[in-house]
């Protein structure tokens, strides 16, 4: 690396060679290596953004992909990527589980949907001392929920914001899709935001110690998972008063309502990668940042020299939490 700019190199006997990222929209034709002739060296410069963290691979002939193998950064993921982070790049601390404080506990259950036609999997984090206390506590709803455990480590930043007393002990219900994208954005929309809102929400206020107050849950995703997160929260500002979309691609259907309705109580945090390589997810926030401004909404909106992958949400999650539902 030098200042703005990262060389990828490469040696060996390939016949043609090429770097595929977040930076060219994982698209090896934009990232071909040059070749020094009469060796087995490859090499790519690219500029970026001092404090970048991004994601590739390296591809050989134009089909076989594969990890960096001198590269000891992989991505936590179900896809293994390199990763590239910038001299001026921040590595977050919040999803390493800490000895000596008091953690949270993790417990499993599953609830029979009518709404879904299926029985339907959660898991839910109690915070530490809950099972000796009489308190209520805020909700937070986690769209890909077991994601958000194993690739977020949420667990681990949950236990460190409320030891530090950044926010308030919280109950979290981690949520797995089943059908991803009908139920998040397409067909199964409606039904998904009928089983949270008439089943699963319910049924959590009767078997956890969930606070009273209007609006006081949390719903957050990333992606789609933001989506689902803003629509039910136009859907239940009663429930969800605090959304956060991760990434999230505003539907046309959400622009529409949040258009022509009168503002809705609710509190926003979004946030967006600079290399995200979904263009839809940035022409979305484009044009719902004005509709916010417009309709006087309270909300957040952060942008970042990263893209769309676990290792950008989770570095947020404690800006998100804390702007949301943090102690004032």
């Known amino acids: 690396m030098e200042d703005t700019i990262a060389y990828i190199t490469y040696m060996g006997p390939k016949l043609q060679m ?8 994982w698209d090896p034709n934009q990232g071909k290596m040059t070749h020094v002739k009469g060796t087995d060296f490859w090499y790519l410069p690219l500029v970026l953004d001092p404090a970048a963290n991004v994601q590739y691979k390296l591809v050989s002939n134009n089909q076989d992909w594969f990890v960096d193998p ?22 977050e601390t919040e999803t390493k589980y800490i000895e000596g404080i008091p953690h949270g506990q993790i417990c499993e259950y599953n609830l029979k949907s009518k709404h879904l036609n299926a029985e339907r999997n959660f898991k839910i984090y ?22 958000y455990l194993k690739y977020a480590h949420m667990a681990n930043v949950l236990d460190q914001l409320i030891n530090e007393d950044k926010i308030p002990p919280v109950v979290a219900v981690f949520l797995p899709p089943d059908k991803r994208t009908e139920e ?21 206020k009767t078997n956890s110690r969930l606070s009273a107050a209007e609006g006081s849950a949390v719903v957050l995703g990333s992606s789609y998972g ?26 046309d259907d959400i622009l529409q309502r949040f258009s022509i309705t009168d503002k809705t109580p609710i509190r926003i945090y979004l946030n967006h990668g600079i290399y995200d390589h979904l263009i839809p997810i ?6 719902f940042k ?15 020299p990263e893209a769309h992958h676990y290792e950008f949400w989770r570095a947020h999650l404690d800006d998100a939490l804390i702007y949301l539902i943090g102690k004032k």
């Open 226 to 251: 933001g989506t689902i997160s803003l629509s039910l929260a136009l859907e239940a500002p009663e429930i969800f008063g605090n959304v956060g979309a991760f990434s999230g691609y505003v539907s």
């Open 126 to 147: 109690y915070p530490s001392g809950y099972a000796l206390s009489t308190d209520k506590y805020p909700l937070v709803l986690v769209n890909d929920g077991y994601a």
């Open 282 to 287: 940035q022409e979305s926030l484009a044009k």
């Open 18 to 25: 090429a770097v595929a990222g977040d930076f060219n929209g």
């Open 290 to 304: 004005p509709i916010l401004v417009n309709k006087g909404y309270e909300y957040r909106y952060e942008e970042y």
């Open 70 to 91: 001198k590269n000891t950064l992989i991505a936590s993921s179900d896809t293994d990527n390199s990763v590239l982070q910038m001299p001026k790049y921040k590595p």
């Open 184 to 204: 998040y954005a397409k067909e199964l929309q409606g039904p998904f935001k009928s089983f949270v809102i008439e089943e699963l929400y319910p049924w959590l």
